[in-house]
């Protein structure tokens, strides 16, 4: 459903025809992956101008004809198990090794804290999932080896290549395109998570060298003992190697640019000289490699083992959140009446215009969200009161980091007392939005609670111990990670979100407030994050790198959530309604690189993401690099860059061609469609 976009009709949940189809076929439509040549019934059906059996039809056939010709050309054999969209098995041409010639690495692996781990292991059910629930179903890798320290991970890599064992890369496993699991070997770097001491330099700023496989949380509480600070992320257990693989920005980007500017230096496991070995990476060193390994994205080129960051003096924040509250109820009463979104986007263009003009220690972020108040707001005797009371709530906030030594907090206060002036003057009425009066606090207890622990930090005697990171990053996997997806879609902006644009994202937001929540698993949002400062223009020290998205204002991040377990149904809606938002976003500005590469976009292919995520320049380059140091093509992911102008989806026609099983196949799809339209 998402390979198209198709026109928005929630009336069409209510077609009882349309709908039993979907409950049956919806999830034949997304294990597909099918791209509809005439959709012109399938959108007949979701505008509920076709019956149940006209809809049944179209699903059938085609998902008849996509079996019968990936049966007839697939160039693996449908006795091999294929993932969905596990495009690198599809160029697997090598027997899996047995468990016993798995059982040569061991004696190889030297250091006490690397692991080797079978299918037969009892560790093995949680050492080869993904963050992400969602892809779990297609995570069965022949092994996982989880080396402690660099000289295992050229072992690895040697024992690899030599049984053309393809490689995938764990850099932490948040990806939102699930490009860490594989049926190969899984190398994933969490143990080697060692993070030294700071070491300062002439200007005041400190070094600070971090093991590939420590967490966000665990890098900020360290460097919190020293009063020191990264731009990393907001979510305690995302990887710190895959986040500056990708990038990587946080609250205190717009001051410090990208968590990958941030990196000096680097050491990572390459295949060079005929071999693999262990590298010291940077701008004099390796170049090219420096330029790769920061935001050319994870699971190419080779294997990070260790970090070099610039860290800089941060021990306090300043904060203030204003919120602008719409009543669904009241914006559709009247059809057509724009004003409560007047009211609303006043307020917007003041904030945004203010951004621009603001210093750069401030970081600028609005939200917008839709979700199920049942589940949060409603108490005792309230239940039909709050029946129809799904909202939606956009979110401006205000984030300035500083330090005592230099203004402290001063002119961030002064900066918001400004702000606030100038929404009050719009003359909206103040009942139309709140703020939380601004608020200094330390810098390391503020990073627990963006993390989302801040009462485990304060239980805990405000203790950074490991114990705690390790809770911290559980009960965030525990809370947003296991049992329910998060879709993402991303899209980067190169001028303000105009009245015509918010005014059809809140319109959006209504419908699918009104009629796509069916529980309260189900949501969406959407985030701007201001780009600007040091984003726009890194320090001068800051060494060229893979990252393409300097010259841009806006990063709109989009988000569809639902429960792992939920119907084919509510995955179909959600799928292409966040398609439609994107769409929306996507109309103005769609012009050149303009995706985030950190929130993957599982539904892109190679040809469309390396065109969204790179300039046509950056992607050559890339592809010349990974050739160099990566020539077996071991290392292997959905997303992974080809060592070829090929791309990994352009695979090679095969003889050996299944025709009695794809006539099997073909029969038992019109058999469901006999039974699904007649029974």
């Known amino acids: 459903l998402g390979a198209r976009p198709l026109p928005f009709r929630s009336q069409w949940l209510t077609n009882s025809g349309v709908r039993k189809s979907i409950n049956t076929n919806a999830s034949l439509i997304i294990h597909c992956g099918l791209w509809f040549p005439s959709p012109s019934k399938l959108e007949a059906a979701i505008e509920g101008r076709a019956s149940g059996l006209q809809f049944n039809m179209a699903l059938t056939y085609w998902c008849a004809l996509v079996t019968l010709l990936h049966a007839t050309w697939a160039p693996v054999s449908f006795s091999q198990p294929i993932p969905y969209r596990d495009y690198s098995m599809q160029r697997r041409t090598w027997s899996p090794p047995t468990n016993a010639e ?41 092994v996982v080896v989880r080396p402690g320290i660099a000289a295992d991970v050229v072992r690895t890599m040697t024992y690899s290549t030599q ?12 990806s939102y395109a699930g490009i860490s699991r594989s049926y190969g070997l899984v190398l994933d770097v969490s143990r080697m998570n060692t993070i030294e001491k700071p070491v300062v330099q002439d200007d005041g700023d400190s070094l600070v060298k971090v093991g590939a496989g420590q967490i966000n949380i665990g890098v900020y509480c360290r460097l919190a003992e020293f009063g020191l600070a990264l731009p990393a992320g907001g979510c305690p257990s995302v990887g710190i190697s895959g986040l500056t693989l990708g990038g990587g920005f946080g609250v205190l980007s717009r001051k410090l640019g990208l968590t990958s500017d941030r990196v000096t230096e680097l050491e990572a496991v390459v295949f060079k000289d005929n071999k693999y070995q262990s590298v ?87 939200s ?65 939005y709140t703020t939380s009066d601004g608020k200094v606090k330390q810098w390391r207890a503020y990073i627990w ?15 950074c111990s490991v114990d705690n990171v390790q809770m911290c990053a559980n009960l965030t996997q525990t809370r947003i990670g296991r049992g329910q997806h998060n879709r993402k879609k991303s899209l980067f902006m190169s001028s303000d979100p105009d009245q015509d644009l918010l005014i059809s994202l809140f319109q959006w937001f209504d419908d699918f407030a009104t009629n796509i929540l069916v529980d309260n698993y189900t949501a969406a949002n959407i985030e701007f994050y201001q780009w600007g400062g040091a984003l726009a223009k890194p320090p001068s020290d800051v060494y060229k790198s893979a990252w393409t998205h300097r010259n841009q204002k806006w990063l709109a991040h989009v988000t569809g959530r639902f429960r792992d377990a939920a119907d084919p149904r509510t995955i179909a809606v959600v799928y292409h309604a966040l398609n439609v938002l994107h769409s929306i976003l996507e109309k103005p500005f769609a012009t050149g690189a303009q995706d985030y590469q950190n929130f993957a976009d599982a539904s892109l292919s190679y040809e469309a993401w390396s065109n969204f995520y790179f300039d046509e320049g950056t992607v050559k380059e890339l592809q010349k690099i990974n050739k160099k140091y990566n020539p077996h093509d071991i290392f292997r992911n959905e997303l992974s860059i080809p060592v070829s102008s090929a791309s990994p989806l352009r695979v090679s026609l095969k003889p050996g061609r299944d025709h009695g099983l794809a006539a099997v196949i073909l029969i038992s799809v019109f058999a469901m469609f006999a039974y699904t339209t007649f029974v």
């Open 102 to 142: 798995l059982g040569q690495l061991m004696p190889s692996l030297l250091h006490a804290n690397t692991s080797v781990i079978f299918p037969t292991q009892d560790a093995y059910e949680k050492a080869r999932r993904p963050w992400q629930t969602f892809y779990q179903c297609n995570a069965y890798p022949t």
């Open 368 to 432: 917008m969200s839709s979700t199920n108040l049942n589940a949060t707001t409603i108490t005792l005797g309230e239940a039909q009161a709050a029946q129809a009371q799904r909202a939606n709530e956009f979110e401006l906030d205000v984030i300035c980091a500083c330090h005592v030594n230099d203004t402290g907090c001063a002119q961030c206060k002064v900066e918001d007392k400004e702000l606030l002036s100038r929404i009050t003057s719009t003359g909206v009425d103040p009942d139309l």
């Open 449 to 463: 609670e963006i993390a989302g622990c801040k009462k485990l930090y304060e239980r805990s005697d405000n203790s």
């Open 163 to 174: 049984n053309n064992l393809h490689v995938t890369v764990r850099n932490g496993g948040h």
């Open 280 to 366: 010291t990476v940077n701008k004099d060193q390796y170049s090219d490699l420096f330029f790769a390994f920061r935001g050319g994205m994870g699971g190419n080129y080779g294997v990070v083992t260790s970090w070099t960051y610039k860290a800089i003096r941060i021990d306090q924040v300043y904060t203030n959140t204003y919120k602008l509250r719409l009543d669904i109820a009241r914006a559709q009463g009247a059809p057509g009446d724009r004003q409560p979104y007047i009211n609303m986007i006043r307020i917007i263009e003041v904030f945004m215009q203010w951004c621009d003009g603001t210093i750069n220690e401030i970081y600028c972020e609005m």
